[in-house]
């Protein structure tokens, strides 16, 4: 699958010039799941699991590691440091029908705003196209502002619902980094 990034090994260069590979979540992998956890603020473990997690129980990082084959994908954007393989982030998706899938991502705080969030949300993006997938749905903290502007920059469109106090949002797979992104003046030409 040439789109998927799963089979592409090919490294991309991070904002600070750190090499980051994208490559599929393993069952060996929970220590690494366990690292990346410990490397969140508070605010992003709210945000990312909706609850003030004080650390990921075994039966967390089971699952998180242990991925049902043909329903669940996740994707880790990793680095080397002297050696030894860590995670800055994690994104993944759960199908649950067969044209939506539940997603859910994380970067390491330390790899904010480093452009980790958005390989992994292109190679995810990949993925769900070739897997004939049309929405995205995802469940987020209605003050979570910093998702809400790196959707708007990955190319949302979609959807945004509150419900129970939380924001339903749900994306157009296709709409996800445009081949050729609209012009937002020629949009809105000069009257
Ligand atoms: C949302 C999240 C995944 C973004 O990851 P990231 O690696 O920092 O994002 P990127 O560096 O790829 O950012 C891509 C673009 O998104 C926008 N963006 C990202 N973070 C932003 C912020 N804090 N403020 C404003 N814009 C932001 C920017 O346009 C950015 O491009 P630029 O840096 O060239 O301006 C990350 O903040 C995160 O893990 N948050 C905690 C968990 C979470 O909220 N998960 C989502 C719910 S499951």
């Known amino acids: ?8 090994p090919e490294p991309q260069a991070a904002r600070n010039g750190v090499r980051v590979r994208l490559r599929p979540v393993g069952e060996d992998d929970g220590p690494r799941v366990v690292e990346l956890f410990e490397s969140l603020s508070p605010d992003s ?25 043909g329903i669940d994908y996740a994707l880790a954007a990793c680095i080397d440091d002297g050696g030894l393989e860590r995670f800055a982030g994690v994104g993944r998706f759960r199908r649950v029908t067969a044209e939506v899938a539940e997603i859910a ?7 904010h ?9 292109k190679g995810l993006t990949g993925i769900a196209r070739d897997l004939g997938l049309r929405w995205f749905d995802s469940t ?39 081949a050729n992104p609209r012009d937002p003046i020629e949009d809105h030409p000069r009257p």
């Not at 699958?1 to 592409?8: I, L, N, T, W």
């Not at 920059?153 to 996800?176: H, I, P, W």
């Open 1 to 8: 699958m040439a789109s998927d990034p799963a089979h592409d």
């Open 45 to 69: 473990v709210f945000n990312r699991f909706l609850s003030p997690l004080a650390r990921l129980d075994e039966e967390r990082v089971r699952a998180l590691t242990h991925l049902q084959p």
């Open 105 to 111: 991502l994380v970067v390491g705080d330390p790899w």
């Open 113 to 121: 705003r480093l452009g980790v969030g958005r390989m992994l949300l």
């Open 140 to 178: 987020i903290e209605p003050a979570n502002v910093r998702l809400l502007r790196f959707a708007e920059a990955c190319g949302f469109k979609g959807t945004l619902k509150y419900q129970n106090g939380l924001l339903n949002m749900r994306t157009d797979v296709e709409s996800l980094f445009p």
